[in-house]
């Protein structure tokens, strides 16, 4: 140890453990690190995995609704249709009529459409020469139905996509009835099928007929300007003027402005990661322009409508017999449907459909937060996903919508306080795919091994740093061990040097006959007292090897207390007078009849090396008395006690002093002599016979007690 350690001090020992520390440290925390980021990657995917399933369902909501709204025929736009089998010339409401609208479309306002010339009317209201109570409607419920159907063409003409005007909803209908009967429409595919016989024979020539011409340049095809909003509102050019304009109402902000985070959880391997968080929803079967063969009734002139069989209930009436049994069959295209945001914030829903060379705009206006809120948002807060993510909608780029748990977004002002990791990013299907949902994480839990991984860390990190505290601790101890042996050795040698020394010197002058007679008794007790010392320095040694190697044994038995203290008077009087000290030895008689199991010889050195040290230590001191006293516990042991009047023991060193080869005085400039081993002596003697030493300040001096358990 001496040889390995001999170059070594704390500094450098703390170094080479730094080093060995971050070797092991800093491998360590990166592969905890890549395994918890790893674990973070796959709960990610996960999610994103969720976020995809739940895009899937939202869109497959909306798609079953849209192909329900695309299924209604050309004539239920209208307020009147057919029923059944046209030859039994029975009228009916159409289903888009009721009211309130129906709610199976999240957000609907309600059904419009926009003639060729560009007339707008509402299935909502009755025709005008028709008596409401005739239809089960009274005269609140109409004022209501023209309050919607003033509401709804109010939105189309401040987006510019009908013609303002102060007429009247009900003559806006009346228009529009009197339109179905305009005798300039192309009447190729028109009949009269007053019976069954003249209504197979029209509609086999309608089914024979060709459909209608929508070849550009053909007369009947001529540009509808007043519909030409229509056509303008999902062009390029369109959604750039729309981009140079303030924002429609609703919108936070561009999707540019979302603080979010696309490369946070993307640790995977390359060949790993997919384009997760720019996806794109596969391309849906392609919609195409569909044909159907429609019956309208022929109002009769002046607009007069017929009444309703008297068999009918007046106030669910259903169906009504036309007075002059004219019906007509024709045959149209209807595109599929368009969607578009417009500047007010509301959402329309719309499609062209060509009859007889003519278009019309058929569609429906919706209101933006239920619209989403009531498939987007319900399907979100049914999800796990809500609790850790947020849910942005928006439209050809601006954002509108947050969902974030139970709650809307609409509080966001705009979107630079939307961030978060990017987790999935589609498009909904046509007609919505200008709508677009991004999910974000904001809270992303780290999976069912993180707690595991997490204690691994934490276990490690104690095991490091305690590990390396310890090995620090014990580095620091050898070295101080190393330098406590060099002491020992060089003190060891002065004291063993200087005795001998002395002792040949003074046998020198003996042997010459160089002392004079009345000094050669002082001369041998000199010789004398020092052959002493060199017996309990070289005893002490002895024991020292005998610890080291573990082969320190006692024979212990049940002694008199009165017996041991005879013996210490007969040890320790001599030395103790000759270093000029007086001795004090008391013990009372009830004390000295008490038995304890003591190793008599071990007892006897450990009573002389406190005196030594007590000797030692107070040499310069003003009161030259070592006293010596025992006592009776209360507990029943026995406690002997060794007090001198020197200088005592720093507070600080009361532990330490019973260190192996612990001095409180460098070696180089002490002023006692000794080893540092006695005291170490002391403590290991003792604890072989299950006693305990101790020391006590007494101001002045020091008091070394060694306390007995009672036999």
Same mark, same amino acid.
């Given at each position: ?86 030859? @039994?010339? +029975? ?44 239809? %089960? ?26 013609q303002g005007g102060t007429g009247s909803g ?54 509808? $300007? ?112 368009? +969607? ?97 949902? &991004? ?27 305690? %590990? ?44 010459? %006959? ?47 207390? @009165? ?27 009830? $004390?000295?009849? @008490? ?29 030259? &008395? ?30 330490? &002093? +019973? ?32 006693a305990q030493v101790d020391v006590v300040d ?14």
């Amino acid at each position: 140890m001496h040889t390995s350690l001999s170059g070594f001090d704390r500094k450098t020992l703390r170094r080479w453990l730094l080093v060995l520390f971050l070797a092991l440290a800093i491998p360590t925390a990166v592969l905890i690190q890549r395994a918890y980021s790893q674990l973070k990657w796959e709960a990610f995917h996960q999610h994103q995995l969720l976020a995809e399933e739940l895009a899937a369902r939202i869109d497959a909501r909306f798609t079953a609704l849209i192909n329900a709204e695309e299924a209604h025929a050309f004539t239920d736009y209208a307020f009147l249709v057919v029923a059944g089998d046209p030859a @039994a010339n +029975f009228l009916q409401r159409s289903p888009l009529s009721a009211y309130p609208p129906d709610t199976r479309l999240p957000g609907l306002i309600g059904y419009f459409q926009v003639d060729a010339q560009g007339a707008f009317s509402t299935p909502l209201l009755p025709p005008q020469a028709a008596r409401p109570a005739d239809f %089960g409607i009274s005269a609140a419920e109409l004022e209501q139905r023209q309050a919607l159907a003033q509401r709804i063409r109010r939105i189309l003409s401040e987006n510019r996509l009908v013609q303002g005007g102060t007429g009247s909803g009900r003559e806006a209908s009346l228009a529009s009835a009197r339109r179905f009967s305009d005798a300039r429409h192309d009447t190729r595919d028109e009949m009269d099928a007053p019976t069954g016989d003249n209504l197979d024979t029209a509609l086999a020539q309608a089914g024979s007929a060709p459909p209608p011409s929508r070849t550009p340049g053909a007369p009947a095809e001529r540009e509808v $300007t007043a519909q030409a909003a229509f056509d303008r509102l999902n062009t390029p050019a369109a959604k750039r003027e729309q981009q140079k304009k303030a924002a429609p109402a609703g919108i936070l902000g561009r999707i540019e402005d979302l603080k979010l985070d696309k490369q946070r959880y993307q640790i995977a391997p390359a060949d790993e990661l997919t384009d997760q968080g720019n996806t794109q929803r596969s391309a849906a079967p392609e919609k195409r322009v569909r044909k159907e063969r429609s019956v309208l009734p022929q109002l009769p002139p002046h607009g007069s409508v017929p009444s309703f069989e008297q068999t009918q209930p007046a106030t669910v009436p259903a169906e009504a017999k036309t007075s002059e049994g004219h019906i007509r069959i024709f045959e149209s295209e209807i595109d599929p449907l368009e +969607f578009s945001l417009l500047d007010s914030g509301h959402f329309v829903l719309f499609r062209k459909v060509w009859r007889n060379g003519q278009r019309y705009i058929q569609g429906m206006l919706l209101e933006q937060a239920p619209f989403l809120n009531g498939v987007i948002q319900t399907a979100f807060n049914e999800t796990a996903l809500s609790r850790m993510s947020e849910l942005i909608v928006a439209y050809q780029g601006e954002v509108f919508s947050a969902f974030t748990g139970s709650d809307a977004g609409d509080y966001l002002s705009s979107a630079a306080q939307l961030n978060g990791a990017l987790l999935y990013q589609t498009h909904l299907s046509a007609p919505l795919s200008g709508l677009e949902m &991004i999910f974000t994480i904001t809270r992303l839990p780290p999976g069912p091994g993180g707690p595991l991984i997490t204690w691994i860390a934490a276990t490690l990190t104690v095991v490091l740093c305690g %590990g390396f505290y310890l090995l620090y601790r014990l580095g620091a101890g050898q070295i101080e061990l190393s330098r406590q042996q060099q002491d020992f050795i060089s003190a060891v040698s002065h004291e063993l040097k200087t005795p001998l020394t002395s002792i040949r010197m003074y046998g020198e002058m003996l042997r010459e %006959g160089w002392a004079a007679e009345e000094k050669k008794k002082a001369y041998y007790d000199f010789i004398f007292d020092e052959s002493e010392r060199l017996s309990r320095l070289i005893s002490n040694v002895l024991q020292l090897a005998r610890m080291t190697r573990n082969e320190m044994q006692v024979t212990v038995k049940a002694v008199r207390v @009165a017996e041991l203290v005879d013996g210490i008077r007969s040890k320790v009087t001599s030395q103790i007078e000759r270093a000029g000290f007086v001795l004090n030895l008391g013990c009372d008689a009830d $004390t000295g009849e @008490a038995r304890i199991c003591v190793d008599t010889d071990a007892f006897a050195q450990i009573i002389i090396n406190l005196v030594d040290n007590a000797l030692k230590f107070s040499a310069k001191a003003d009161t030259k &008395i070592i006293d010596i006293a025992c006592r009776r516990l209360s507990a029943g042991g026995v406690q002997f006690s060794v007090r001198d009047y020197g200088p005592g023991v720093p507070r600080d060193q009361m532990k330490k &002093i +019973f260190n192996l080869f612990y001095r409180s005085e460098n070696e180089l400039t002490r002023e006692t002599v000794g080893t540092g081993i006695g005291l170490s002596l002391v403590h290991q003697l003792a604890q072989t016979m299950q006693a305990q030493v101790d020391v006590v300040d007494r101001e002045p001096g020091a008091e070394f007690r060694v306390t007995f358990p009672a036999h």
